[in-house]
């Protein structure tokens, strides 16, 4: 069993639609990663979790650390959000481990 | 900031030839990790740096593998002999403990 586990692994969805992705794993960790990465293939740091819940711009994450899951959300969805989200946490002695990634398509 | 700057951003070179892969991170950032990116296998942990001091090796793929820290502003990794099954995009990131920030990756093309 994989330490991070994403759901769901492909995701199409309508512009203007909510979205959530979810993320579950089975290690302690010290904090939580959201990235994105586009087709041009760069990797770019949404959030860094360890409680609570963060909010930019129409993204926002959650953690619940008791049950090892966190959640990204996309509100208001446009075709530009199309890319593959991982998460990756961050095991005591900072090394990151990821999930498999999520790919999202936003349709116009 | 620059941020975490990774050259080349592309390479190709014939299989046994020796390749050699640089990072510069965050002046400031005391962790320095090293990861690769398969279609087959997603991202993966190659090493990390603490200090300029190697923490973990464990997912070098084999001794044709080796990465250096020399100081707090340069690292490497090298392949040597390079073989088809290293093709793959390698991003460097680096991290102050708050956050991880990555480089925009050297894609590795062996043939």
């Known amino acids: 069993k994989n330490e991070v586990e994403q759901s769901p692994q492909n995701l199409t969805a309508q512009e203007g639609e909510f979205i959530t992705i979810n993320c579950s794993y089975s290690?302690?960790?010290?904090?939580l990663h959201w990235l994105q990465q586009h087709p041009g293939g760069g990797i770019v740091s949404l959030f860094m979790l360890s409680s609570g819940k963060k909010k930019h711009g129409r993204l926002i994450a959650t953690i619940n650390i008791q049950e090892k899951h966190s959640s990204l959300h996309i509100t208001a969805s446009h075709p530009r959000d199309s890319a593959v989200y991982i998460c990756?946490?961050?095991?005591?002695?900072?090394?990151?481990?990821f999930g498999a990634g999520t790919i999202l398509r936003v349709k116009s | 900031d620059a941020g975490v700057i990774q050259s080349p951003r592309h390479e190709v070179t014939e299989m046994g030839q020796e390749v050699t892969l640089r990072c510069k991170p965050i002046s400031g950032h005391d962790y320095l990790f090293w990861y690769r990116q398969t279609m087959m296998r997603g991202l993966e942990l190659l090493i990390y740096f603490n200090n300029n001091v190697p923490i973990d090796d464990s997912g070098m793929p084999e001794d044709r593998f080796s990465a250096k820290m020399p100081n707090a502003s340069f690292s490497t990794l090298k392949i040597q002999p390079s073989e088809p099954r290293d093709s793959a995009v390698y991003f460097c990131?680096?991290?102050?403990?708050?956050?991880?920030?990555f480089g925009q990756g050297t894609r590795l093309t062996v043939v």
């Open positions: 290690v302690g960790i010290s904090a």
């Open positions: 990131a680096s991290s102050d403990r708050a956050e991880a920030f």
């Open positions: 990756a946490v961050m095991e005591y002695g900072n090394k990151l481990v």
